[in-house]
Structures are given as C-alpha cells and as structure tokens.
C-alpha cells in the first residue's frame, strides 16, 4: 500500500491486518517508539480539524517521527496566491516522506496521489471521502461486537457526511449488513451510493421517521449536518436530536457512535452513558492513525509494495 484515498481501496484482509496493529499498539504502545524514527510527515490542512490532525500528529509523535505542518493551507500557504494543489504537492514531497491531506474537494486526495512520489493519505476530501475516520470507526465497533450481520441505523447528514460515505464503504467489506438511513428528504444517501450498496450485499431500508429504526440496532451513528457544504435551499432544515429520552427505548447493546465535532445532535445527557462511545472513537484515532503510517511506511518504503 503506498497511498489511502479512499476505503474503496482496501480489502478485507488489509483492514484486519491494520486492526491487528493498531491493537497491538494500543497494548503496548511502547514497543513502536522508534517505528517512524527518522521519518518526516507532513500535515497540509486546507479545512479546520481538531481531531484528525492533532491526533495524527499525536500519533507520529508516538511513533518517534517528525512533523511539519500547516493548520490552514487555505489561507497560510501559497494556494493563496494561487498555486494548484498538484504543484503544492510536487514540493512538500521533497520535504516529507508522507503526506496527510485534508482538503475542500471531493477529488483532491486522488489528484495529490497521482502526482506525489511519496504516500499521500486523505484526512478529509470535501463531501467526499474520509477513509481514515472510517477506519477508527469501524476499530471501535469491533471492540464491541463481531461486525458480521450487525444493523446499524445512520443519520443525520447523509448526503454530504463523507465519514458515512467511508464508513459504508468498509461496511460493505463484512457479511450480512443492514444500515437504516435515517435522514430529512433532502439529505438522503446519495444513488450513486445507495447503489454501490446494493450491489455490494448490503441492505438499506431508507427511513424518514425515527421511530422506524428497530430497537434492536447494534449501533446508531449520528452526525453532524456538514452546514459549510449545503446549499441554500437546503439550510435551516429540522434537526433530529438524540438525547436520553428518545434514546431510551434501545437495547442495553446499542452503542452510540459520532465522528465528533457535534453541534447538538446528540443532547449531552447522553455523555455519561457507557453506550456512548464517540470520546472513544476519537481517542481509538490516534491508534489506527498510527497503524496505518507503520503498514505504509513498511510497504512502501521496506517491502516495495
Ligand atoms: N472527525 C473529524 O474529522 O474531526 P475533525 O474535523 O476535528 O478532524
């Protein structure tokens, strides 16, 4: 594996084998200090972050390697005096021997990693993509429950929510699925991946109301309505909360996931509750950001792969 743009691109096989690491890393952290020793990774942030840069950079750090890093390559890089993202990315690669890009287009890690001589991993790509968040949500269900033939209910903001288009993707890699796509008209699935789908075996049943997701879900994973991507005509639409009250009719299995930030989405008095577990997942982050540099780094440096 050089590159990770989208989680499209890996198999089954690859997404255990990364599991396997980021475990193994999260017991024994200690025994990978050194694995990026002498590594430089670069962090070119063209959106805001919180979680996903800082807990990139957190994990290089953990693994003994360097960083450089610009936190809004929008304004303080020279994308601002116009220089295209392919040229941005022709330099940094003779500066760093990795590349996380998060970006406001749908294709910018695809462009980058056609150009870039060095790996390029998406951290965000417009409405998009965002295969490593995929990754680490995906880590954290299966410290839960076996993934095999689980239900999950997704909503929100499923049109332009790129962790739900990623997290559907890995999903679709495991047996028996059925997700429940809960969401206002407007901010449906998108066809393209509602097809994608189907054709890949996973059930969706499209919901508008939501007393029509079972009790028995395995998992609801919430998110934000990405407001900076919608169009006019689609602000100001309502808003589904999840809080204590609607929330308790699940089962004492059904685990609350979000790929954080929240507005209000989900009612803090929920926050306490040991179904919920999106301070995990951000927390889980930082070892399956670690795992994924360490399998790279090995592929495509050591192995040639
Ligand atoms: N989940 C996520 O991508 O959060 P940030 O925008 O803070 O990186």
């Known amino acids: 594996m050089k590159d990770f743009v989208s989680t499209k691109d890996i198999s089954r096989v690859e997404l255990e084998e990364l599991f396997a690491i980021a475990k193994d890393i999260k017991k024994n952290g200690c025994e990978f200090k050194e694995a990026l020793k002498g590594f430089i990774v670069a962090t070119l942030f063209y959106e805001p972050s919180t979680r996903t840069r800082l807990s990139f950079e957190s994990a290089v750090l953990r693994l003994g390697g360097s960083l ?56 965000g790509a417009g409405g998009g993509e965002h295969p490593t968040q995929a990754l680490l949500d995906v880590f954290t269900m299966q410290e839960k429950k076996n993934i095999d033939g689980i239900k999950i209910a997704i909503m929100g903001d499923l049109k332009y929510g790129r962790t739900v288009h990623s997290l559907l993707n890995l999903l679709s890699l495991y047996k028996n699925i059925v997700v429940y796509g809960f969401a206002v008209k407007s901010l449906e699935l998108p066809k393209n991946y509602k097809d994608i789908l189907i054709s890949k075996g996973i059930t969706y049943i499209e919901c508008h109301e939501f007393d029509e997701i079972p009790n028995n879900v395995d998992f609801i994973y919430q998110t934000r309505v990405q407001e900076e991507r919608l169009e006019e005509k689609e602000k100001h639409l309502s808003k589904f909360i999840l ?22 989405e989900i009612s803090t008095d929920l926050d306490g509750d040991k179904r919920a577990l999106y301070f995990t997942q951000a927390h889980n982050g930082v070892y399956i950001r670690q795992a994924l540099m360490y399998k790279i780094k090995k592929d495509f440096y050591e192995n040639n792969i």
């Open 68 to 123: 450089i890093s610009t936190e809004n390559a929008k304004e303080n890089a020279s994308a601002k005096k116009g220089e295209s993202l392919e040229d941005t990315i022709k330099i940094i690669e003779g500066y760093a021997d990795m590349i996380i890009l998060r970006h406001n287009e749908n294709d910018s890690s695809l462009r980058a990693s056609k150009v870039s001589k060095v790996p390029i991993i998406n951290a």
């Open 243 to 264: 809080n204590k009250d609607n929330f308790s009719r699940f089962s004492d299995s059904t685990y609350i996931l979000h790929p954080l930030p929240r507005v209000d």
